[in-house]
């Protein structure tokens, strides 16, 4: 388990130039709303062992060069938890973000709801949340850091529902506090790694580096821009191929550079987001996050070669949609044989997975880039595609189906494999003179002179 720390000791990981905002002063009559017998006298308790009038330090800071807002919880105030007052300071904290245009960064420590003000304290999610939509609304980042512990509420709203999670290593986090889950659950599925695992959380940051990581999330997340990303160069073959059967094998071949590589030549420093939020991950098989190319950022959406799981697409339609709030332009990098499918991945939602990824790259208003870069497997690599703007790599096909598949399909034997290839016309060059992707002079295969 991770140190439990104060609510100004989590600040001062972060941030050297902490200025509280002033505290709204609502008051309630004696005990507070329920009347709640020596509930005056644990607040006074409370504030006495802590330091603060409440669970919840409001203000604004300086986080590697970017100005955030900041709500870090006192969970040594009554547990962290959420009352009227607290609700007060979270709306108005809220509220300054969006009138000075800043992110916002919880800090999160927290049990949950206020048992002594009873139902009043439970509705004050309702308040938190409709702050947390306003400021996604208003294209304003939210990235959390999830502390030891962070449950109940505080982790369905303030967490969860920020645009991307980072937590401390051993904290526990979980909707359900150690005082009521099941007797026989496994602690375990309670803590900051399992979140990851789960997809409900994007990276566990070890203390020492919360201010940096912290600090890069921000930097990435808080530059607009209108133009679309660059098309990157192609790292492979020079050559455009000779057949649609020669496409096939040169995309298939393992030598070939993959989403990675692309990656590393594209952006000067990255980082990725993880998970669907719906409980999976597909690292394997997508890799979604934010970068920096020539000073701006670009969000990124990449395929790896191998055939793509529905946790995968989920993941990519959240990057989208995310990038799509903050302004913030979107490269995919499309490479996959197709969707995983096997009974495991039809389980998981297939279906409405890919679906979703086709809805945000249909709606979205910032401008998407997409270079085909290996195997185009029908709607499973499609759905990455920005209408309009695909280019493709010299090593590359897309087709609607795979040519061993469709021979099956039409009933014609092996040997005719590589003679539906061609008929497909699958080629790069072919797939420019059909209109699906883009070509010109100013495409010149295997070289970096590539714009959008």
Known sequence: MTERLSARAALALVTDDFTELPAPDR???PDGPLAWRGYDAQRARAAERTGERESVVCGTGTVEGTRAVLVSFEFGFLGGSLG?????????????????????????ATGGSRMQEGMLALTQLQRVARQSALTRQAGLAQIAVLRDPTTGGGWATLGAGADVVLALPGAQVGFAGSRVRPPDADPAAYTAEAQVAAGSADAVVEPGRLRAELGRWLRLLTRPCDAPAPVPA????????????????????????????????YFTERVEISGDRCGGRDPEGMLCGFG???GRTIAYA?????ATRPAGYRTAARLIRLADRLRVPV????????????????RQGAGPAIAEVFAAVASARTPLTTLLIGEGGSGGALALAAPGNTWATPDSYFSVIAPELAAAILKRPQEE????????RITPRELGELGVIRTGDQLLPGTGDRHS
């Open 292 to 294: 920096e190319h020539e």
């Open 84 to 108: 009227e007052r607290t609700g007060d300071r979270l709306e108005a904290a809220y509220e300054h973000a969006r009138a000075h245009r800043l992110p916002v960064v919880p800090l999160v």
């Open 302 to 306: 990449a395929q790896t070669g191998t």
């Open 331 to 346: 490269l995919t990098l499309v490479d996959t044989p197709g969707a995983a499918n096997d009974a495991e991945a039809e």
């Open 417 to 424: 494999v590589a003679a539906t290839a061609d008929q497909l």
């Open 234 to 265: 192609a790292l492979g073959a020079r050559e455009l191929p000779a057949s649609g059967w020669d496409a096939v094998q040169r995309a298939r071949d393992p030598r070939r550079p993959r989403a990675r590589a692309y990656l590393d030549a």
């Open 27 to 29: 008051r309630s009559g």
